[in-house]
């Protein structure tokens, strides 16, 4: 499995896996993804966005950022210096339930290790996205209870 970065060439493949009935729930406003996209090297350059693949085939979405730039305030009591985020999705249903969620959750947290600042990423999943909740446990995550968020802190 490969992360690769995303190329204009991926947008109309995005827009595709966006309308998907398994990544539309999730993802309410595929406008908002798709400009944030398309203005990677502009307003959104603090996002690192990537395509997931397999043997060059492309199956999924995945990004990650510093916590602090994306102007959310969803943190709870975790602090903010040194926190990331991620999101991803696999659009290919040929490869739910297979393992390449966990797998891509796991490349994201290493590729954000390699940060010197970075402490710890924060995922906060829909409530009811339990393959995601699930996926983010695969990998390593914990549950934070009292902030309602997964997280996995980074060894320094």
């Known amino acids: 499995m490969n992360l690769r970065a995303f190329e204009d060439s991926d947008v109309e493949l995005m827009r595709k896996w966006l309308e998907e009935s398994h990544i539309s729930k999730w993802f309410e406003h595929p406008g908002s993804w798709i400009k944030e996209i398309e203005l990677r090297a ?9 395509i997931m693949e397999q043997d060059s085939h492309p199956f999924g979405f995945c990004q990650y950022y510093k916590y602090a730039e ?19 999705l696999i659009g290919d249903t040929d490869f739910l339930s297979r393992g390449y969620g966990a797998e891509t959750v796991k490349l994201l947290t290493e590729r ?45």
Do not use: C, K, M
């Open 42 to 50: 502009a307003e959104y350059s603090f996002i690192h966005h990537f």
């Open 70 to 88: 994306g102007g959310e305030e969803w943190q709870g009591t975790v602090p903010i210096d040194g926190t990331y985020s991620i999101d991803y």
């Open 112 to 156: 954000i290790a390699v940060d010197t600042d970075a402490r710890r990423v924060i995922v906060q999943p829909e409530p009811y996205n339990l393959r995601s909740r699930n996926t983010l446990l695969s990998a390593g995550y914990v549950y934070d209870s009292r902030n309602d968020l997964y997280r996995y802190d980074i060894d320094r």
